[in-house]
């Protein structure tokens, strides 16, 4: 999760905008990837992110 937050704290600090809004969604997916076969608690909210969005799922 360490290397999640040093990832976010160069890209705003060095990044372009786009580079940082490109990264950010990546670092979050990677969390909950790695939270979930963990067996920890998801980060992202799956089934608020079905109901209220379209393509995520071809996003990730």
Do not use: C
């Not at 890209?11 to 990837?33: F, K, N, W, Y």
């Amino acid at each position: 999760m360490a290397r999640y937050f040093a990832l976010i704290l160069n890209l705003l600090l060095i990044g372009s905008m786009s580079t940082r809004a490109e990264a950010l969604p990546v670092a979050v997916i990677e969390a909950d990837d790695e939270a979930s076969a963990a067996g920890k608690a998801e980060i992202i909210d799956h089934a608020f992110v079905k109901q209220h969005t379209t393509g995520f799922e071809a996003f990730i």
